[in-house]
């Protein structure tokens, strides 16, 4: 069954399984070491997302050369800041592959471990399960602002902090916690990834918008129509499986089908353990802790209610 999981899994044993992902992109903020960290973190969510163990990973890298007007210090900052995300992740980068691109291009495919029994899936999400969410939605549209200089330094400043934050600990909550549905929320946005969930899972959502945490820089930007192309093509393919309620703005619309860089963790909560997650998850400093909706029986698709 196709469930579009964040990543590929393949048994080793009855008790371990390797999982591997890839991921790549343009830079979306200015400095260079932060792209880097970014992008790093944006690569081993998945491996987060499925519940294992980062273990490996190959630097991907295209950068134009020295002749095309960028020095190779730039490259080596990049680098330095994939490196530092790898390490606080507890993997090795073992090496990797570059190319003369026209376009800086940095990611990582990575290689992780897990129980087989342990994994947390797209499909894993049952009726009355809590949605909770890790991380505070908008850094597609605060990326955005970045490349058409309408933000602050301090905006700018708070979006690479949640950006950069990796989703281990999220992870480790969800693993303690046994959960088995979750997914990490990036291009495709809130609802384009919720979605995923329900798919596969063969169920329905509920959100309640007020609950849904979001940058108050990104909600003032996306008032003003700045919000990235791939955030009106999310809105447009969800929008026929959602059911907005009339008082829901249209800013907050927007807001919930960004596309993401690095977000957090959605995660499918039974309602035994959803305060025990919580506590853990603020315990932990995960940028958001936040009880968003629930999973209910029925075809799939997101009710959004005030």
Not at 78 to 106: Q, T
Not at 252 to 277: E, I, K
Request: glycine share 8%; hydrophobic share 45%; aromatic share 6%.
């Amino acid at each position: 069954m196709h469930t579009a999981d964040d990543a590929a899994v393949y048994r080793l044993s009855d008790t371990m399984a390797a999982v591997f992902t890839v991921d790549y992109f343009t830079p979306i903020v200015d400095d260079p070491y932060w792209y880097g960290a970014i992008a790093a973190a944006n690569s081993l969510s998945d491996i987060y997302a499925m519940g294992a163990r980062p273990v490996l990973a190959l630097n991907l890298v295209g950068f134009p050369t020295r002749e095309r007007g960028l020095p190779l210090s730039i490259l080596h900052d990049i680098l330095r800041g994939g490196a530092d995300k790898a390490r606080e992740a507890g993997a090795l980068i073992a090496g990797g592959h570059s190319i003369d691109d026209n376009e800086p291009k940095y990611g990582m495919a990575v290689f992780g471990l897990a129980d087989p029994d342990r994994l947390t899936t797209k499909a894993g999400a049952r009726p009355l399960d809590q949605i909770v969410l890790t991380k505070p939605l908008g850094m597609g549209i605060i990326s955005t602002a970045i490349k058409r200089d309408l933000t602050t330094p301090d905006v700018v400043d708070e979006a690479i902090r949640i950006m950069a934050t990796l989703n281990r600990a999220a992870a480790e909550v969800a693993h303690a916690a046994e959960l088995e549905g979750a997914t990490d929320i990036t291009g495709y946005g809130l609802l384009g990834h919720l979605l995923e969930m329900c798919r596969a899972s063969g169920v329905a959502a509920r959100l309640n918008a007020g609950a849904v945490p979001a940058l108050p820089a990104a909600e003032k930007l996306a008032a003003k129509g700045v919000y990235p192309g791939g955030s009106k093509t999310n809105r447009e393919f969800v929008e026929p499986h959602l059911r907005w309620d009339a008082a829901i703005p249209e800013t907050t619309r927007m807001v919930f089908a960004d596309a993401q860089t690095s977000g957090g963790l959605l995660l499918a909560v039974p309602p035994d353990r959803l305060d025990d997650v919580l506590n853990d998850l603020r315990a932990r400093h995960t940028p958001a802790a936040a009880h968003i909706g629930e999973f209910v029986a029925g075809e799939p698709e997101i009710t959004v209610a005030p």
